[in-house]
Nanobody, 124 residues
Framework: QVQLLESGGGLVQAGGSLRLSCAGSGRTFRNYCMGWFRQAPGKEREFVAAIGWSAGSTYYTDSVKGRFTISRDNAKNTVYLQMNSLKPEDTAVYYC?????????????????WGQGTQVTVSS
């Protein structure tokens, strides 16, 4: 069992930055691939980024490449999402998720555990 708690969301102007954190419980945190997803009002949940066990592998959706960076600190059981050059279309509730597999995924139902989400609002 893994419990996840996101933090770091808020209101920021376009072009600004935020860093989201996701703290995980459990000694097996390092055995999970981690992902970030987001859901805007009236839209389906969409993949943002994923990171492998050792942080050596990362994967991003095209719309955030070059602006967002996913990282993890297994000693702290925490995964991060650094978001730069934010745009109004990045506004959404952001969720972190854990996948008990050696392979990363961009498919929401392939993740086993989810946090409660944190709101990110980017004003124009």
């Amino acid at each position: 069992q893994v419990q996840l708690l996101e933090s770091g969301g808020g209101l920021v102007q376009a072009g600004g930055s935020l860093r989201l954190s996701c703290a995980g419980s459990g000694r097996t945190f390092r055995n999970y691939c981690m992902g970030w997803f987001r859901q805007a009002p009236g839209k389906e949940r969409e993949f943002v980024a994923a990171i492998g066990w050792s942080a050596g592998s990362t994967y991003y959706t095209d719309s955030v490449k070059g602006r967002f960076t996913i990282s993890r600190d297994n000693a702290k059981n925490t995964v991060y999402l650094q978001m730069n050059s934010l745009k109004p279309e990045d506004t959404a509730v952001y969720y972190c998720a854990a996948r008990g597999s050696v392979t990363m995924s961009n498919v929401a139902h392939e993740y086993d555990y989810w946090g409660q989400g944190t709101q990110v609002t980017v004003s124009s």
